[in-house]
């Protein structure tokens, strides 16, 4: 099932894309381009990039490019390459993953 939202806000035109399978769905907001990418399972959530440091993975997304599909070639990159082991994990999985998300220390900006 999916699941498309789109609308203009004071930094333009944008569409928030839901895919969902059962318990488990992914969550994209583009602008320009691909921007957040959000895993879900059940009322569990965690971000493409808090989820490749939580796995300690290097990936492509999001990557540079001239060409707004570029972010979304990266991401399919990762999901059927380092990021692969989210896409087959367990709910038990997922939750061990979201614990290590919280173990990670907090980015701040400068």
Known sequence: MATVETG????????????KAGARGIETHVRYGLGIVEYHWGDLSVSHADYMRAMNLVGEYPG?????ID???HLAADLSGPARGLLD??????EAMLRSVDDLPRKWLP
């Open 8 to 19: 203009k806000s004071s930094g333009g035109p944008f569409a928030i894309g839901y895919w």
């Open 64 to 68: 540079f490019g001239a060409d707004p």
């Open 71 to 73: 972010g979304f070639a």
């Open 89 to 94: 994990c367990t709910r038990s999985d997922f």
